[in-house]
């Protein structure tokens, strides 16, 4: 683990060094609060959260963290590191996804950090379609070991994958996403764990600036989730800053 955290540390350096000799590097910062953290149909926790996030980028190429913490308890913890790269309609990334930070260890990736790949298009309708694939680190099979027990071997790797396509539009002036995501054999991470394809999530969002004052408004979110491989259902709200 050690040699990745100076394989980051020295791409981060010279991405930082050549982005600024070609004056293109962009900071972005902000963070969500959302009530309720729901990743494609499963719930991460029980009470709202505090989501915040910082980029990089040059010339299609970022580097971006990503957070979620619980306001209450022991909610869940994460923490991703993405490292990407767009061109026209076309995004490709490399996320390392930490979700156990209130128990595991950062530097035990093998249990606690799951590495996906994954690629999106957006065409100008406008629709995008994505697939993501883990394909590192911790992804647990599906095929018991022992029947009687329901085990999983942990030598097993399932390639959990996940397809989805959204597509915008506007009423008024508000922007809504309906989206929906699957899961083609199933996964332990998301869904009902079983191995068959399932419908992850459907969900519509709905986000629209808030207006405070004349001059300063906040943007808010409201989705409304259905997750059919789970058998629940989510209404989420949500503060961008």
């Given at each position: 683990m050690k040699?990745?955290?100076?394989?980051?540390?020295?791409?981060?350096?010279?991405?930082?060094?050549?982005?600024?000799?070609?004056?293109?590097?962009?900071?972005?910062?902000?963070?969500?609060?959302?009530?309720?953290?729901?990743?494609?149909?499963?719930?991460?926790?029980?009470?709202?959260?505090?989501?915040?996030?910082?980029?990089?980028?040059?010339?299609?190429?970022?580097?971006?963290?990503?957070?979620?913490?619980?306001?209450?308890?022991?909610?869940?913890?994460?923490?991703?590191?993405?490292?990407?790269?767009?061109?026209?309609?076309?995004?490709?990334?490399?996320?390392?996804?930490?979700?156990?930070?209130?128990?595991?260890?950062?530097?035990?990736?093998?249990?606690?950090?799951h590495l996906e790949a994954s690629a999106s298009y957006s065409f100008s309708i406008p629709l995008t379609l994505s697939a993501a694939t883990m394909i590192g680190f911790n992804d647990p099979g599906l095929n018991p070991a022992d029947p009687t027990l329901g085990t999983t071997d942990p030598t097993e790797r399932n390639l959990s994958t996940y397809l989805s396509a959204g597509y915008d539009f506007a009423i008024g002036a508000a922007s809504l996403t309906a989206s929906i995501g699957v899961t083609p054999w199933g996964s332990a991470l998301w869904g009902s764990g079983e191995d068959k394809f399932e419908v992850a999530d459907i969900s519509l969002k709905g986000s629209k600036e808030l207006k405070i004052t004349d001059r300063f408004s906040v943007p808010v979110f409201v989705q409304g989730i259905l997750a059919p491989a789970t058998k629940s259902a989510h209404l989420v709200f949500g503060l961008s800053f």
């Amino acid at each position: 683990m050690k040699r990745l955290f100076l394989a980051v540390a020295v791409f981060l350096a010279a991405f930082t060094l050549k982005a600024q000799e070609s004056k293109g590097l962009e900071l972005s910062a902000g963070a969500d609060i959302v009530s309720k953290y729901v990743w494609r149909g499963a719930n991460q926790g029980q009470g709202a959260a505090f989501q915040p996030t910082l980029g990089l980028s040059w010339k299609g190429l970022s580097l971006s963290a990503w957070g979620s913490t619980g306001f209450a308890g022991q909610e869940a913890y994460e923490f991703d590191i993405s490292l990407g790269y767009s061109v026209a309609g076309l995004s490709v990334a490399l996320t390392d996804y930490y979700w156990d930070g209130q128990a595991g260890e950062y530097d035990d990736h093998e249990n606690c950090h799951h590495l996906e790949a994954s690629a999106s298009y957006s065409f100008s309708i406008p629709l995008t379609l994505s697939a993501a694939t883990m394909i590192g680190f911790n992804d647990p099979g599906l095929n018991p070991a022992d029947p009687t027990l329901g085990t999983t071997d942990p030598t097993e790797r399932n390639l959990s994958t996940y397809l989805s396509a959204g597509y915008d539009f506007a009423i008024g002036a508000a922007s809504l996403t309906a989206s929906i995501g699957v899961t083609p054999w199933g996964s332990a991470l998301w869904g009902s764990g079983e191995d068959k394809f399932e419908v992850a999530d459907i969900s519509l969002k709905g986000s629209k600036e808030l207006k405070i004052t004349d001059r300063f408004s906040v943007p808010v979110f409201v989705q409304g989730i259905l997750a059919p491989a789970t058998k629940s259902a989510h209404l989420v709200f949500g503060l961008s800053f």
